[in-house]
């Protein structure tokens, strides 16, 4: 067991923000040049809202993640160990880029109920009230 696992993949992700939680994200591939159990690779991540499969390496989030209403970048931890004794592990960082949806909330009316009243001499065209509404998408 003279070898680290090594990350095969890259080091950063980019994915859409309509993806459900537990719905594979991406793929974490490593490996390692040893034989039998020491060859073998388990994963391991913190940081953020993931989680990964330790034998597989996919990657999914726990919960849904919106870049309108949260953070649009992560970093992350993840770590690499071979099934050796003594163990061999690394560590490397990993980036996840989340990516905006257009046009994925809906617009809504601030300061609401409304209400007005208008005079019987109001002349045609005059304002009576002012509405305002927002988009979380911008």
Known sequence: ????????????YNIHEEQKPNEVLFTII??????????????DLSGGPFEINPTSGEVFSTEQLD??????????TLELRDGGVPVNEDTETIVIHLLDVPNDNRPYFKDTPYSAQ??????????VTKVVAGDADG
Do not use: H, Q
């Open 118 to 127: 208008i005079s019987p001499y109001a002349k045609a065209g005059e304002n």
């Open 30 to 43: 490593a490996e390692d040049p040893d034989e039998g159990d020491n060859a073998e690779v388990s994963y």
């Open 1 to 12: 067991n003279d070898n680290t696992p090594k990350l095969i993949t890259g080091t950063v």
């Open 67 to 76: 870049s309108d209403d949260g953070p649009s970048d992560y970093t992350i």
